[in-house]
């Protein structure tokens, strides 16, 4: 009998993240959001995570699918991707749900263009995982079962 799981997290992805694999390798490695879906939620069953990956290109429907998770979700990872740097409403979004919230990027965008330097959303993450490629989202996803106390599934 599958352990039913508690805690269900909503793992947002922004802009141009469906090229991934084959936009800028060399930046962004060559894992595609598949595969990367597909190893979170393998990772959610081991340590009693439910995950509902998506992506979104639109600002607006970024913003739509915070505002779902309220009530829904117990946390937020989010890779705002371009957003990061320009919105306010994704910003306020997520102060809105009143979730904790893990801000990933596959690239360390301290190493990269200055206007990549600052994240409306660090504001109120409770932590930033960057420049690890996809295992930053394994590393968020781990750090969220600790933020919310979750016990590894047995």
């Known amino acids: 009998m599958a352990k039913r799981l508690k805690h269900s997290i909503l793992v947002l992805n922004g802009p141009n993240l469906n090229l991934l ?44 699918a915070i505002q779902a998770a309220r009530g829904t979700r117990a946390g937020i990872i989010i890779n705002p991707a371009a957003y990061t740097h320009t919105s306010i409403a994704l ?19 301290h190493k990269r263009e200055d206007y990549r330097h600052k994240s409306y959303v ?23 079962s600790h933020i919310l106390d979750v016990s590894p599934a047995k």
Not at 32 to 44: K, M, S, V, W, Y
Request: with cysteine.
């Open 91 to 109: 910003l306020d979004a997520l102060l809105a749900v009143e979730l904790p919230v893990i801000e990933v990027h596959l690239s360390n965008p």
């Open 21 to 64: 694999g084959t936009r800028e390798p060399e930046v962004y490695g060559r894992d595609t959001l598949a595969d990367i879906a597909a190893g979170l939620e393998r990772r959610g069953a081991e340590i009693g995570l439910g995950i509902d990956f998506q992506q979104w290109n639109g600002e607006g429907e970024m913003v739509t």
């Open 122 to 144: 660090s504001r109120m993450a409770q932590g930033v995982i960057c420049g690890f490629g996809s295992l930053g989202y394994y590393l968020a996803l781990d750090a969220m």
